[in-house]
């Protein structure tokens, strides 16, 4: 894992990492997208961000 | 026209003009405020420019006062959907957000000393076996004993308060709650870090808004 110099670049990749595996889920909202198109939308407990996040957030249940 | 919800916030002032404020209530008698983005109906979730719309929001947002990051991915067509998806939710995060209405978060990204292999779908049978195996590579990672301790050392006496978190197989994050005005201080603790430790690679970023600590699955 190389960790370059704080840029314009790394700050939004920060940004967007934060937006799409942090903070709060409401129940009952999931998207699961690919390039442009929302593919499903699940009544499920979780928001599909990475299969990371889906397996942390399985085994927290 | 649909919302795209961004977080939760204790008033509306905290919310207008950045985004649309939408009431939740619950049995709260005060209720609450959510930010909105107002998207087409026809626009996925998925468009890179709404994503970086609502992350430039949420940055605006945080600037004005500190709120609940709601993940990306929760969007209403209408106040009453909103209201009728957050109200249990209302009465927990009032409290949360009276008891840090001064605070901020931060995060420590840190590089594992020894990155676990991401497994390989092809070397399991099964997809459960699969998940398994990718769940445990991403709870082993671990920092550098010496570094760890100095974060703790340098680092968590300024937090309010700290959790260390797994969320890969190459990285290991602690996440920092700390008062708005220790933020420039941890900062150069950060620095400091940097050149007490050139070899090991970190990030540390942020202000953030409440996530880890307003994240149920994290108490």
Excluded at chain 1, 19 to 47: C, F, Q
Excluded at chain 2, 30 to 51: F, K, N, T
Excluded at chain 2, 202 to 218: K, T, Y
Aim: glycine share 4%; with cysteine.
């Amino acid at each position: 894992m190389t960790m370059p110099e704080p840029t314009d670049d790394l700050s939004l990749l920060e940004t967007l990492d934060h937006l799409l595996d942090r903070g709060v889920v409401i129940s009952g909202e999931a998207v699961i997208s690919i390039g442009d198109v929302d593919l499903l939308y699940l009544g499920l407990n979780i928001v599909l961000a990475n299969v990371d996040a889906i397996i942390r957030t399985a085994n927290r249940r | 026209m649909k919302y795209v919800i961004v977080g939760v916030h204790l008033r509306r002032e905290d919310v207008e003009p950045l985004a649309v404020p939408l009431p939740c209530r619950g049995s709260d008698p005060e209720g609450l405020w959510l930010s909105g983005i107002e998207v087409p109906d026809d626009q996925p979730l998925s468009d890179r420019d709404l994503l970086i719309r609502t992350a430039t929001a949420r940055a605006a947002l945080l600037e004005r006062a500190t709120f609940i990051a709601i993940r990306y991915g929760f969007a209403a067509h209408s106040e009453r959907e909103v209201a009728t998806k957050t109200a249990p939710h209302v009465d927990r995060w009032r409290k949360l957000l009276e008891a840090y209405r001064g605070e901020v978060e931060m995060t420590l990204k840190i590089a594992a000393a020894h990155p676990m292999a991401r497994p390989v779908r092809g070397d399991f049978s099964s997809g459960t076996e699969y998940l398994t195996a990718l769940h445990a590579a991403s709870t082993s990672a671990e920092a550098d004993p010496l570094f760890r301790a100095a974060v703790d050392e340098a680092l968590r006496p300024l937090a309010v308060s700290s959790r260390w978190i797994h969320r890969d197989n190459s990285s290991i994050e602690l996440a920092i709650l700390l008062p708005r005005e220790k933020v420039e201080e941890l900062r150069v603790a950060g620095e400091s870090l940097k050149q007490a430790f050139p070899r090991v690679p970190f990030l540390l970023s942020g202000p953030w808004p409440l996530e880890v600590f307003a994240d149920a699955d994290h108490e």
